[in-house]
C-alpha cells in the first residue's frame, strides 16, 4: 500500500491545518479549513491539489476557509451530518458509525458530541492516525460548550480503546498550557514532567507539539487517567464515579489561569 503524506502546518492564532496525499490516486485531503490561504499556500508549495475536506465540526474557526477552497479546487466535502445546516458547501454527510474509503483506505467516522452537539471525529486504522480536531487534545480535551459533560466525558474516554501507536492529530496548538495545568493535579507523575519538558523545548525551536502519541495520551493526559490514584487522592475524589472527577478536571481547567 502506498504512503500517505501528513503535513501539519499551523494557522490564524493557534489552529493546527492538516494535509494528507496519496501519491498513486492523487488524493489530497484537509482536515478541516481553518484558512483558505495558508492551506492554498502549502498545497501550493508540493504542487497539489485538494481533492477533499474532512470538516468535524461547524466552528467558524474550523470552517472559513471551505468555500474558498471550493471554489479554487472544486473539493469534495465532507463532514457531520448533525450539523449539516451549519457548515457551508457540505457536500457528503456522514454519521457515528459509518465509514467511507478515501485514497483506498477505510475511514471511521466517530460521534464525539460535547464541544459542540454534532463534532465528529475520523479515524485511519490503517494508518494509525485520529484526526479528533476539538475533542481530544495533547494533555487535555475540548471545552464543553454546546453539549452536557457527561457526552463529553463518553467522547474522551472512548478513545482509550485505540492502539497506543495511534498518532493524535488534534485542532490547536495547546499542549503547553495543557501540561501546565495537568501538573496541578498531577504533579508527581514522570511522564508528565518529562511532556512538560520536551514540549517547553520545541516550541523555543519553533517547532510543533503535534501529533502525539496515544500511548503518550494514556501516560500524560488526565482526561484519560480518570481512575489514577493520586489524581483522585490530589483532588480528594477517591471514591467518585470518572464522570464526577472528569467533571471536576474539566471544571478547574476552565478557569485555570497560569502564573
Not at 72 to 96: H, M, N, S, T, Y
Not at 170 to 177: F, I, K, M, N, V
Not at 231 to 253: C, H, Q, W
Request: some cysteine.
Amino acid at each position: 500500500m502506498s504512503h500517505i503524506d501528513m503535513r501539519p502546518f499551523m494557522c490564524r492564532s493557534d489552529n493546527y491545518g492538516l494535509i494528507l496525499h496519496e501519491s498513486k490516486s492523487g488524493s489530497t485531503a484537509a482536515i478541516d479549513a481553518p484558512d483558505a490561504d495558508a492551506i492554498e499556500k502549502e498545497l501550493r508549495k508540493f504542487g497539489r491539489q485538494l481533492t477533499h475536506i474532512f470538516v468535524t465540526h461547524h466552528h467558524a474557526d474550523h470552517t472559513d476557509g471551505i468555500l474558498q477552497l471550493k471554489e479554487l479546487f472544486g473539493c469534495k466535502v465532507i463532514g457531520p451530518a448533525a450539523e449539516a445546516d451549519k457548515i457551508p458547501g457540505l457536500d457528503i454527510a456522514v454519521r457515528g458509525g459509518e465509514s467511507f474509503q478515501w485514497a483506498g483506505r477505510k475511514v471511521d467516522v466517530i460521534d464525539c458530541p460535547g464541544h459542540t452537539k454534532g463534532h465528529i471525529a475520523f479515524h485511519m486504522p490503517e494508518e494509525f492516525s485520529l484526526f479528533a480536531a476539538d475533542t481530544l487534545f495533547s494533555v487535555g480535551c475540548g471545552r464543553v460548550i454546546e453539549g452536557t459533560m457527561e457526552q463529553m466525558y463518553h467522547s474522551v474516554t472512548q478513545f482509550k480503546s485505540l492502539p497506543p501507536l495511534t498518532y493524535l492529530y488534534c485542532g490547536h496548538e495547546y499542549t503547553l498550557a495543557n501540561c501546565t495545568f495537568a501538573l496541578t493535579i498531577d504533579p508527581d507523575n514522570r511522564h508528565l514532567q518529562a511532556r512538560r519538558n520536551e514540549v517547553e523545548a520545541l516550541i523555543k525551536q519553533g517547532k510543533m507539539t503535534c501529533p502525539s502519541s496515544m500511548g503518550d495520551e494514556f501516560k500524560t493526559n488526565p482526561y484519560l487517567r480518570l481512575n489514577d490514584p493520586a489524581i483522585r487522592r490530589n483532588l480528594g475524589m477517591e471514591s467518585a464515579t470518572d464522570l464526577e472527577v472528569f467533571t471536576t478536571i474539566r471544571r478547574a481547567k476552565d478557569v485555570f489561569k497560569s502564573a
